[in-house]
T-cell receptor
């Protein structure tokens, strides 16, 4: 079992719709959770961080964390063609002070 | 504040050669993280340097090594290059908020081994 799992996609959504991305992690001691956006050929860009159970909203992005279910999600509201990218879920553990990444979900927003 | 910088942008080497990649963290930060993003393998943790010392390494062979200089910039060396070392090598620096554990990436170095 991988430490961090994501559906590879592609997740195809029409422009203006909500894109829903999911991520599960295996280690309960994981402390912090991040979503990165990566355009083709570019480096990952941090778009959301979440540390406690519940929802966190930032503009069109909402991150949701459920530690009991070991599940973190990202919602993109009013999806735009510029949101087309690969979204990486990352989990931080203090042991080793490193991020572990999922394989990423490719999102395609169609005009 | 200036972000994470990496050089070179692209590097082409032949099998068996050595590659040297460089990174400067966000100004004022002492930690540098190196990651490898190879096609089909995702983004994997390579090395963590802090205050000039190697603090942790991922599941990579010893031919992946590096160092951190007194100005906190870092160098990643890959010896005896193999074709499967072709990847995007990313350097990351933590944020100013020590409790957040956020990491910010540089633009990366694309290494191609032929």
């Amino acid at each position: 079992q991988k430490e961090v799992e994501q559906n590879s996609g592609p997740l195809s959504v029409p422009e203006g719709a909500i894109a829903s991305l999911n991520c599960t992690y295996s280690d309960r001691v994981s402390q912090s959770f991040f979503w990165y956006r990566q355009y083709s050929g570019k480096s990952p860009e941090l778009i959301m961080s979440i540390y406690s159970n519940g929802d966190k909203e930032d503009g069109r992005f909402t991150a949701q964390l459920n530690k009991a279910s070991q599940y973190v999600s990202l919602l993109i509201r009013d999806s735009q063609p510029s949101d087309s990218a690969t979204y990486l879920c990352a989990v931080y553990k203090a042991a080793g002070n490193k991020l572990t990444f999922g394989g990423g979900t490719r999102v395609l927003v169609k005009p | 504040e200036a972000g994470v910088t990496q050089s070179p942008t692209h590097l082409i080497k032949t099998r068996g050669q050595q590659a040297t990649l460089r990174c400067s963290p966000i100004s004022g930060h002492t930690s540098v993280y190196w990651y490898q993003q190879a096609l089909g393998l995702g983004l994997q943790f390579l090395l963590w340097y802090d205050e000039g010392e190697e603090r942790n390494r991922g599941n990579f062979p010893p031919r992946f090594s590096g160092r951190q200089f007194p100005n906190y910039s870092s160098e990643l060396n890959v010896n005896a290059l193999e074709l499967e070392d072709s990847a995007l090598y990313l350097c990351a620096s933590p944020s100013r908020t020590s409790f957040s554990n956020e990491q910010y990436f540089g633009p990366g170095t694309r290494l191609t081994v032929t």
